[in-house]
C-alpha cells in the first residue's frame, strides 16, 4: 500500500513538472502582457490578434506554409510508405529485404541536423533552387520511414492468402490491392499519415537547412527567428496552447484506434 | 512493354523499387555528399585539410568534448528519472491507468521549439537563472519522454514468468531487479540512450534558447559553419557526427530500434 503511494505520487510529481511549463504558456494565452509572467487582466485579445491575422501577418503565413506541407508530405510518403511496406514485406530475396530496411531505419537513427545538412548538399549538389517543393522532398524523406514503420505490422498481421485467391480468381494487382490489402492495413496507414503529419509540422532543424532564400517559413522555423530577434511575438502564447490542444486530440485518436485494433487482434 | 510491367507489378517484392530508388537518392546520396564535402576543398580537389582544421582548432574540439560531457550527463539524468517511471507504469500493481502512459508521451509530440520556450519562460517566472543549469534542466525536460517510452515498452512485453520464478527461488526484491529485471529491460534502456544521447549532442535551438547563446553546443558549430558557407568544413563536422553514430549503433547493436522506434506509434 505505501509503496503504490510512493509510486503514484512519484509519477504525479514528475508529471507536473513536465506540464508546468505548458500550463504556463496556456494560462498566460490569456493576458495581453508582452512579457510572460506579467498578468494585466483576462483577455482573448491574442487569440482574436492570432486569427485575423492583421497584426501577425508573417506569423499566419508561417502556419499556412506548415499546414500545407504537412499534409502534402504526409500523403506522399503515406502512399510511398505503404506500396513500399507491402514491397518490402512480400519480397523473397533476404539481402534485398535487409537493404530495404536498413535504408529505411538512417533517417530514423540520424539526427535531424545530419538529414537536414546532408539534404541541403544535395540540393546545392545539383544545383535546385531550394523551395516549396525541395523542402516537401525532405519531410518525405523523413516522414516515409515512419510510414513503413507502421504498416508493417499489420501486413504481418494479414493472412497471405486472400491477396492469391484474388489473383487466381482473376482480379489484377492493382484491383486486388485496392479490394483486399488496403482495407486489411487501412488503420496502420491512417496511424502512419498522422505520424508523418505531427512529425512534418513539429520538424525545426531539417527545415532551417532547407527553406531556401526565398523568406519561405514554417512555423518552427518563424518561432526561432523571433526568438533570436529578442522579444517573442506574444501571439505564440495562443499559437502554442491551440497546437498543444490539436496533437493531444490527434493523438488520443490514434491511441484510441491502436488500442481497438489490439483488442480486436486479441477478441 | 506492358505486359511486362504487369507482370513486375504483379509481383509484390518489387513494390518496393520506387522507395528503394527515392532512398537512394534523399537518404544514402545526400550522406555521401557530406563524406564527398568533407574529403574536398572548394575548387572540388582532394584533401584532408578540413580535418586538419578540425584537430589544430582546439575551439571547435572542445565545444565538442564539452557537448558529449552535457549529453552524456543528460542521458544519465533521464535513465535515473526515466527509468523508476517505466518501471512503475508498466507494473499494474502500481499502476493501473493506460492514459498514464499516454500523459507522459504527449510532451514528446509538442514542437521542440514550443518546449523549450516554455521552459525558459517557466525558468523566468520561477526566477531561476539562465545558464548550464538551466540547459541540463531543460534538456532533460525535452527528452524525457523519449527514454520513459523504450523502456516501459520492453518492461511491458517482459515475460513475468522470470520474475515469479527468481521469486520461487527465494530472491529477494532487490535480487529480482537487479538480476532479472533489470538485465531483461536493457534493450529498452539502449534504445531510449539511443533516442536521448544523439539529438542532445546534436540539437542547437535548445541550447541557444536556454543560454541566450551563452552556451555553444556542437550541433550550433555545425549549423553556424554550414550557414556561413563553410560546406566542407561543416561537413568534417557532420561526418564526426555520422561516426559516433556508427559506434553507438555498433557498439549497442540495437537491431531491434525499428522496433522501439515503431513502438512511438
Not at chain 1, 184 to 202: P, V
Request: one cysteine or more; glycine letters at 8%.
Amino acid at each position: 500500500m505505501m509503496k503504490k503511494f510512493f509510486a503514484q505520487a512519484y509519477l504525479w510529481l514528475i508529471l507536473i513538472l513536465l506540464y508546468a511549463p505548458i500550463v504556463i504558456i496556456a494560462v498566460f494565452s490569456f493576458t495581453e502582457a508582452k512579457v510572460l509572467g506579467n498578468w494585466t487582466g483576462f483577455s482573448f485579445n491574442l487569440y482574436t490578434n492570432l486569427f485575423e491575422g492583421g497584426v501577425n501577418n508573417s506569423l499566419m503565413k508561417a502556419i499556412g506554409n506548415t499546414a500545407i506541407i504537412g499534409i502534402v508530405s504526409a500523403t506522399f510518403s503515406t502512399i510511398l510508405g505503404t506500396i513500399a511496406a507491402i514491397g518490402i514485406f512480400n519480397a523473397q530475396n533476404k539481402r534485398y529485404k535487409m537493404v530495404m530496411t536498413s535504408l529505411n531505419n538512417i533517417p530514423i537513427l540520424n539526427p535531424d541536423i545530419i538529414t537536414g545538412i546532408s539534404l541541403f548538399l544535395l540540393f546545392v549538389s545539383i544545383g535546385v533552387t531550394q523551395g516549396y517543393t525541395t523542402l516537401t522532398l525532405c519531410h518525405i524523406t523523413f516522414c516515409t520511414p515512419y510510414v513503413v514503420l507502421s504498416v508493417m505490422p499489420r501486413l504481418q498481421q494479414m493472412n497471405p492468402n486472400t491477396y492469391e485467391a484474388a489473383l487466381d480468381l482473376g482480379a489484377t494487382p492493382f484491383y486486388a490491392l485496392r479490394k483486399i490489402i488496403i482495407p486489411q492495413i487501412k488503420s496502420g496507414m491512417i496511424s502512419g499519415f498522422i505520424l508523418a503529419f505531427t512529425l512534418s509540422i513539429d520538424d525545426f532543424e531539417v527545415s532551417v537547412f532547407n527553406l531556401g532564400t526565398n523568406g519561405l517559413e514554417t512555423l518552427s522555423t518563424f518561432i526561432y527567428a523571433d526568438s533570436r530577434k529578442g522579444g517573442l511575438t506574444p501571439e505564440l502564447r495562443p499559437l502554442s496552447t491551440i497546437i498543444f490542444l490539436t496533437v493531444l486530440i490527434l493523438l488520443l485518436i490514434v491511441n484510441y484506434r491502436s488500442a481497438k485494433a489490439n483488442k480486436k487482434q486479441t477478441a | 512493354m506492358k505486359r511486362n510491367l504487369l507482370r513486375l507489378a504483379g509481383k509484390r517484392g518489387a513494390w518496393g523499387f520506387p522507395y528503394l530508388i527515392f532512398m537512394l537518392i534523399f537518404v544514402l546520396l545526400p550522406l555521401i555528399l557530406v563524406g564527398v564535402y568533407a574529403f574536398t576543398d572548394h575548387a572540388g580537389h582532394f584533401t584532408l585539410a578540413n580535418f586538419g582544421q578540425f584537430f589544430n582548432q582546439s575551439k571547435d574540439i572542445n565545444t565538442f568534448l564539452y557537448s558529449l560531457g552535457i549529453a552524456i550527463i543528460t542521458t544519465l539524468i533521464c535513465i535515473l528519472i526515466g527509468y523508476p517511471i517505466a518501471y512503475i507504469l508498466s507494473n499494474a500493481n502500481l499502476c493501473k491507468s493506460e492514459v498514464m502512459v499516454m500523459l507522459f508521451i504527449l510532451p514528446m509530440w509538442v514542437n521542440v521549439l514550443v518546449r523549450t520556450l516554455a521552459t525558459v519562460a517557466l525558468f523566468g517566472f520561477v526566477g531561476i537563472p539562465l545558464g548550464e543549469g538551466a540547459l541540463i534542466f531543460g534538456m532533460v525536460y525535452n527528452f524525457l519522454p523519449f527514454m520513459i517510452l523504450p523502456i516501459y515498452n520492453v518492461l511491458k512485453k517482459m515475460d513475468k514468468s522470470y520474475i515469479e520464478a527468481a521469486q520461487d527461488m527465494g530472491a529477494s526484491p532487490a535480487k529480482v531487479f537487479t538480476k532479472v529485471i533489470f538485465p531483461l529491460s536493457m534493450p529498452g534502456v539502449i534504445s531510449g540512450v539511443m533516442m536521448v544521447f544523439m539529438p542532445t549532442i546534436s540539437t542547437f535551438a535548445i541550447s541557444e534558447l536556454l543560454t541566450m547563446n551563452k552556451i555553444k553546443l556542437f550541433g550550433t558549430t555545425i549549423q553556424e559553419n554550414i550557414n556561413n558557407g563553410l560546406w566542407n568544413y561543416g561537413s568534417v563536422l557532420a561526418l564526426l557526427m555520422l561516426v559516433i553514430i556508427l559506434i553507438t549503433t555498433w557498439v549497442t547493436d540495437s537491431n531491434d530500434t525499428s522496433e522501439s522506434a515503431g513502438g512511438l506509434i
